[in-house]
């Protein structure tokens, strides 16, 4: 009897600390998210993440991922707020860094049963860019090279193929 009333009181006491851990608006990584949901669910949260991909509007509201290199998360968010993300991040854009608080659900019974977390605020940390994509100077010699032995050996197997019809 007395394991069991300590094992609650422990559980208790853990899952404050959570929730006054999570109040005191500390980031958590994703994949600990993830990982604990069970511990996670239903407390507030903030992660701080790129986003990534694209608004996927749904009226008043809207679907953001954002990624912080551990795992990426699905973030429920007013649209009127995920329009102050100015970058998402593809293979061109770094997207812009934010920083969510909001509610996580393990499986959110609103949205199919995923995991996701409702936003109650956002922060921009860090603005995104566009990548300027340099290709080595190396690279662009070998291209044209390999470029080069590819039309010669089509040249050369048309140049055969040829002259076997002609003996034919």
């Known amino acids: 009897m007395h394991k069991t009333i300590r094992r609650f009181l422990l559980s208790a006491l853990f899952s404050a600390v959570l929730v006054v851990s999570a109040g ?25 993440g790129e986003a990534i991909g694209e608004i996927l509007e749904r009226g008043q509201y809207s679907w953001v991922n954002i990624s912080d290199g551990t795992n990426a998360i699905g973030i429920w968010i007013k649209t009127s707020d995920a329009k102050t993300i100015a970058y ?4 061109k854009h770094i997207g812009d860094t934010v920083r969510i608080i909001g509610v996580f659900s393990k ?3 609103e949205h ?19 990548m300027n994509e ?17 039309w010669l050996a089509a040249y050369i197997c048309h140049k055969k193929v040829n002259s076997s019809e002609r003996t034919d």
């Open 88 to 91: 998402f991040g593809d293979y």
């Open 134 to 150: 340099n290709v080595p100077y190396s690279k662009a010699v070998s291209s044209v090279i390999l470029l080069f032995c590819a």
């Open 24 to 48: 005191a608006e500390e980031n958590v990584q994703i994949s600990n998210l993830i990982d604990s949901a069970e511990d996670f669910d239903g407390c507030s949260v903030a992660v701080e």
């Open 112 to 130: 199919g049963g995923e995991a996701d977390i409702h936003c109650i605020s956002i922060e921009i940390v860090r603005r995104g860019y566009t």
């Open 107 to 109: 499986e959110c019974r």
